[in-house]
């Protein structure tokens, strides 16, 4: 298969203030597997009544690392990086595409003029010339995308599999937002979020305000256009509005892509916060429920030109009572005045709450959330209970665990024992599956880290040999007690814990 290169430039404004021309550049295919070699000539047709422009090019799986650690400043202070990450988080937040941001430089010219030009790797940085070859005039920045044909003639597009970035370092850059500036200053993000669009496979638009124009611009915003432009590729962001009811008596939304599982994943999505939301502390609040499988280093943005953002991380039990040790606030960690959580957290359900620093604050706003986890585990918290056992707390609503031969005996069954509590009076429904043992599920009261009475025990109520227990709980702590009916049986087993609503 041929692996093909396209380069596509952006053309700043000229010091007039007049537009230039643009350059559109396909250029020829270079060829990085041997054996195969031809041109590519295409020939864009723009019409005037056409606004975005897809190059037929896309990443097949819907995402692409890009290596972010453009080294220094801008002028006035902000981070390169910083720059260019809010604008993948930007593609992200409107569409299934996600970019994915690995803190690491890499030479985006590297390799390339040999015959492994197009390495895979994604890369960005200044440079004085496009990987050896002059920038064109005006030239503020390069894409050039590499990847593999869809068919033999080479006509249908390619899925891409490299593309890297070069700014054109003959330029003075800064970063700011706003109109441009007049001194010759070209504007990094609002570039970057160009090119970004060209790496995901867009060509230019002709709306006049899009992002994806041939012309950097006063706007410094993807625009209805390129949003368009995006979601005609890799589809929508879309939120299936599954609002449960909880004790805040806040509407809780659980977005249809609400698990983060490592070791790298991510969620974007765009929300507004308007006067019907439900307040808290008489700000408008969005809430969203997540989880985590594994414990993981987030990265939670949540930006919004329209208001100041206030952001909560909320770790929540399976009966929805907050833990207070897992709960996090930010107003301004982000860029500017925008909200960002990064830290690590154990794995569990978590809500995270979009607000705004001051009342009646309205407007759209985007988040997104990063998770690594380099070892996927899920911790518990454990301690070693009166009776010698290791009770595992646990708030996750699903637990899988493992009955196994060291484990304590009781009656002559093996016995895991997991904590967990109940704020407010709650109906749980508690369900005990396993394929390798017929289950047997308890359920008692803890005091005082003391185990208070046996409240319920159920052995096949479940489906099969599994057991179900659907108790109404009063606030405190409980223990579940996870054994088999018969003796010395041992297996993974799966409980999964649910609220009954009224
Ligand atoms: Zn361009």
């Known amino acids: 298969m041929a692996t093909l290169f396209v380069r596509t430039a952006t053309t700043k404004m000229g010091a007039s203030g007049l537009a230039l021309r643009g350059s559109l550049e396909l250029i020829r295919g270079s060829l990085s597997l041997k054996t195969v070699s031809f041109f590519l000539v295409c020939l864009l047709l723009v019409s005037s009544t056409h606004a975005f422009e897809v190059s037929e090019n896309f990443w097949e799986s819907g995402q692409a690392v890009f290596h972010v650690g453009i080294p220094g400043t801008s002028p006035t202070g902000g981070s390169w990086n910083d720059a260019f990450k809010r604008s993948m988080d930007a593609w992200s937040a409107v569409s299934s595409f996600k970019f994915i941001a690995e803190d690491e430089f890499l030479d985006p010219c590297i390799d390339r003029g040999t015959d492994q030009f197009g390495d895979g790797v994604t890369g960005v940085d200044f440079r004085s010339t496009v990987c050896g070859s002059a920038f064109g005039e005006n030239t503020l920045a390069v894409t050039l995308t590499a990847g593999q044909c869809l068919n033999q003639q080479c006509t249908g597009g390619f899925t891409i599999s490299d593309a890297d970035i070069v700014f054109n370092s003959g330029e ?139 952001l909560y991380l909320v770790r929540v039990t399976s009966s929805q009572a907050s833990i207070p040790e897992f709960t996090f606030v930010d107003d301004n960690s982000g860029s500017g005045n925008n909200a960002r959580i990064n830290t690590t957290i154990q794995a569990g359900t978590y809500w995270l709450g979009a607000s705004s620093a001051s009342n009646g604050s309205q407007g759209g706003y985007d988040i997104s959330i990063i998770s690594s986890s380099n070892t996927p585990s899920s911790s518990f918290t454990s301690f070693t209970s009166i009776y010698g056992v290791d009770v595992l707390v646990n708030p996750n609503p699903n637990i899988k665990g493992i009955l196994n031969s060291n484990d304590f005996k009781f009656d002559g069954k093996l016995l895991d024992l997991i904590q967990f509590d109940v704020s407010n009076t709650t109906k749980l429904k508690i369900d005990l599956s396993s394929s390798a043992f017929d289950t047997s599920l308890l359920l008692v009261d803890v005091i005082e880290g003391e185990v208070g009475q046996l409240l319920f025990q159920n052995d096949d109520n479940g489906s099969g040999t599994n057991s179900t227990l659907q108790p109404t709980l009063q606030a405190g702590t409980y223990w579940l007690g996870v054994t088999s009916f018969d003796p010395s049986e041992t297996g993974d087993y799966t409980i999964v814990i649910s609220v009954v609503l009224p």
């Open 172 to 310: 003075s850059w800064d970063v700011y937002s706003g109109p441009l500036r007049f001194d010759g200053t070209s504007e990094f993000e609002r570039v970057a979020l160009h090119e970004l669009g060209h790496a995901l496979g867009l060509d230019h638009s002709n709306a006049d305000s899009a992002i994806m124009r041939p012309f950097v611009s006063d706007n410094d915003a993807l625009q209805t256009d390129d949003i368009d432009g995006v979601i005609s590729i890799y589809g929508g962001e879309t939120i299936v509005e599954t609002t449960v009811s909880n004790i805040y008596g806040v509407a809780l939304v659980e977005p249809d892509n609400a698990t983060l599982s490592g070791p790298n994943d991510s969620v974007n999505l765009a929300g507004t916060l308007s006067s019907s939301d439900d307040q808290l502390d008489g700000k408008s609040l969005d809430l969203y429920q997540y989880s985590f499988e594994n414990d993981s280093t987030i990265d939670i943005q949540l930006n919004s030109q329209a208001f100041d953002p206030f």
